[in-house]
């Protein structure tokens, strides 16, 4: 699959600072330390609905560390997937009265637009889960020729109870875990599993659905965790930087990945950090495509909103924050983007090195992007009531703000 176009980012003096990210394993912040490519993975879009505000700022999130690292001169080995067959998809598709495939193709192309328009960096490689299924069905057999996984009706189950490892990243306890897991896409209820929670790997063909030719394991279709690990292992390996996503990815998905990748491997740690963002509301409730409560990021543009006031919207949260989607909230992001214009647009103004610093120290600190903007508003102020004689600061300020928050001013 195809990602999207990268805007250019503006090389800055100096270099960055190595990122100190919360990791949901310790349940506190770690100092990364990744090779020259550092290596990252994010969890993309089920596309049936089109991107809403939520996803956008979970992907800011994970744009701000690949910016982070690009900052101290790293390159980065960044994945993401689209989960382009599950059942949420063909559901939609057959209420819709669609071609499944059809309505994954559209979802996806206005997603590469608004993470286009959003300044959003693309990954490295983008893969659907359909163009996955030769490399997960290998891995599926080797989980049951090991033991790890096992049959029931044709369906290929996980054995949770083949990791030591396994709840070592949620910390849920059992009730928790099976409630969390009927939530989303799990079937504890479902008789003859050896546990209630583990998840399918491949399910058997169903008349009327997809399926796809499984060797030995028959015709099927993948499971939703698989499928992002078969992706990561395949172009990241074991043991890469971050495995990032949504909070509500945390269990079962980023749980049960890493558990089906220790499996496979008999290696620790799947990734050496669990980043997630926190989940954004409409309405006092998750912003959610099964519940409907939703602001999509194509809407605004059609109402001529400008893309970097979407994204300076999402750069005003910390990101492991759950918050609110608000009028007022786009309303205050359209007045700063003005304010910050019209400070750049100066063709002088206060020295900005020490700016630049305080941005990078903001983002290399668990990627608090809402105290980079106050330092920018810093800025700002003492351009609007003093101004300043430093010819290249303007010009530097919009290099920064675009370089490190993905910002075009
Ligand atoms: N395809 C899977 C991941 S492999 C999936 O969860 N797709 S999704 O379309 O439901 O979500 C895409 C990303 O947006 C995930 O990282 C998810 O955690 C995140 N996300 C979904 N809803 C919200 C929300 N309301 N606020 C913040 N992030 C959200
Ligand atoms: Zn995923």
Not at 346 to 374: F, H, K, M, Q, T
């Amino acid at each position: 699959m195809h990602a999207w176009p990268a805007s250019e980012v503006p090389a800055l003096p100096g270099s960055g600072r190595d990122l100190r990210i919360h990791d949901t394993v310790t349940g506190e912040a770690i100092t990364l330390a990744p090779g020259p490519v550092a290596r990252i993975y994010v969890c993309g879009i089920t596309p049936y609905d089109a991107t809403h505000i939520g996803h956008a700022a979970t992907y800011n999130a994970f744009d701000l560390v690949q910016r982070v690292w690009l900052d101290t001169k790293r390159q980065v080995h960044y994945v993401q997937n689209v989960t382009d067959v599950d059942d949420p998809l063909l559901v939609r598709a057959e209420r819709d009265g669609l071609d499944w495939v059809a309505l994954a193709e559209r979802e996806t192309a206005l997603f590469r637009e608004d993470m286009t328009a959003l300044r959003m960096l693309p990954p490295r490689h983008y893969i659907g889960a359909v163009e996955a299924i030769p490399g997960i069905v290998p891995l599926v057999e080797r989980l049951r020729d090991a033991g790890a996984a096992y049959e029931l009706d044709g369906d290929i189950y996980y054995s949770v109870e083949a990791d030591p490892h396994f709840g070592e990243i949620s910390h849920l306890d059992a009730e928790a875990m099976r409630l969390l897991s009927a939530e989303r896409g799990g079937d504890p209820d479902r008789p003859g599993k050896k546990n209630p929670l583990d998840p399918m790997l491949w399910m058997a063909a169903r008349e009327g659905e997809p399926s796809w030719d499984g060797a030995s394991l028959g015709r099927g279709r993948p499971g939703w965790h698989i499928e992002c690990v078969a992706i990561a292992l395949d172009l990241l390996g074991m043991g890469f930087d971050v495995q990032g996503g949504g909070s509500d990815l945390v269990f079962p998905h980023h749980e049960m990945g890493a558990s089906h990748a220790h499996a496979l491997t008999g290696e620790h740690p799947y990734a050496k950090a669990y980043v997630h963002a926190g989940m954004v509301a409409l309405h006092g409730e998750k912003m959610s495509k099964s519940k409907g409560n939703l602001v999509f990021v194509s809407a605004l543009r059609r109402d001529g909103v400008d893309p970097a006031a979407i994204r300076l919207a999402l750069l005003a949260h910390h990101y492991r924050a759950d918050w609110e989607w608000t009028e007022e909230v786009l309303d205050q992001a359209v007045e700063r983007l003005d304010r910050w214009r019209a400070a750049v647009s100066r063709p002088d103004g206060p020295s900005a090195d020490a700016l630049v610093e305080e941005i990078r120290e903001a983002l290399a600190n668990d990627l608090d992007a809402p105290a980079a903007l106050a330092a920018v508003d810093r800025w700002a102020a003492r351009q609007a009531e003093t101004g300043g004689t430093d010819e290249g600061a303007p010009g530097l300020v919009s290099r920064a703000v675009d370089a490190l928050l993905g910002v075009a001013l």
